[in-house]
């Protein structure tokens, strides 16, 4: 399964909302598909699970929603820190794979 | 607190050979699949390996099928990556990770990662 992410970079400025999008080239089994941010020179976070639930000790401004083809990651008021790349992944069908990442960056 | 300590990386011939090592503590280590997770430089991540908590199955990708070796040694509460016939396109950081598998497959905790850079 191929995961495309959209957009590639995301210009945005502390306390707005960000919304991320994940597109997949077939159904996701079960809406199996999660979320990792990665800052530079940092090991991926894993953050969101079964498309909607978060993971231990993620802040509930981190929220998933979608199913079948079309995910979202949306974090309600940006905070200095969430500024990074997110990665989407699928893990319905093997090989589970990976998005292309999308840069949340400083406007 | 759970830790995954990556290890081993380091500058390494075309055709040559490393092995990488996964050490990992603060959980039953032997109840979890290990996994490992390349990012080549500036790129995405891409799932390399996996093996079962007791070590009787292994999975790779096809990209790296039949050069690369995945192992445990649950004594030691360690995994290795076995990685021969190096090529430069095997260049990255290679990250080990805990697979969580309560709704879906994912990499809960991470290491903080081994560069391996193949080049003559």
């Known amino acids: 399964i191929v995961l495309t992410q959209s957009p590639g970079t995301l210009s945005l400025s502390p306390g707005e909302r960000a919304t991320l999008s994940c597109r997949a080239s077939?159904?996701?089994?079960?809406?199996?598909l999660a979320w990792y941010q990665q800052k530079p020179g940092q090991a991926p976070r894993f953050l969101i699970y079964?498309?909607?639930s978060r993971a231990t000790g993620i802040p509930d401004r981190f929220s998933g929603s979608g199913s079948g083809t079309d995910f979202t990651l949306t974090i309600s008021r940006l905070e200095p820190e969430d500024f990074a790349v997110y990665y989407c992944?699928?893990?319905?069908?093997?090989?589970?794979?990976f998005g292309q990442g999308t840069k949340l960056e400083f406007k | 607190e759970v830790q995954v300590v990556d290890s081993g990386g380091g500058l390494v011939q075309p055709g040559g050979s490393l092995r990488l090592s996964c050490a990992a503590s603060g959980f039953t280590f032997n109840m979890f699949i290990i996994s490992w997770v390349r990012q080549a430089p500036g790129k995405g991540l891409e799932w390399v390996s996996a093996?079962?908590?007791?070590?009787?199955?292994?999975y790779h990708a096809d990209s790296v099928k039949g050069r690369f070796t995945i192992s445990r040694d649950n004594s030691k509460n360690t995994v290795y990556l076995q990685m021969n016939s190096l090529r430069a396109e095997d260049t990255a950081v290679y990250y080990c990770?805990?697979?969580?598998?309560?709704?879906?497959?994912?990499?809960?905790?991470w290491g903080q990662g081994a560069l391996v850079t193949v080049s003559s």
């Open positions: 093996i079962s908590g007791s070590g009787g199955s292994t």
């Open positions: 990770a805990t697979v969580n598998r309560g709704a879906g497959y994912y990499f809960e905790y």
């Open positions: 079964g498309a909607s």
């Open positions: 992944q699928q893990s319905g069908d093997s090989p589970y794979t």
């Open positions: 077939q159904s996701v089994s079960n809406n199996y």
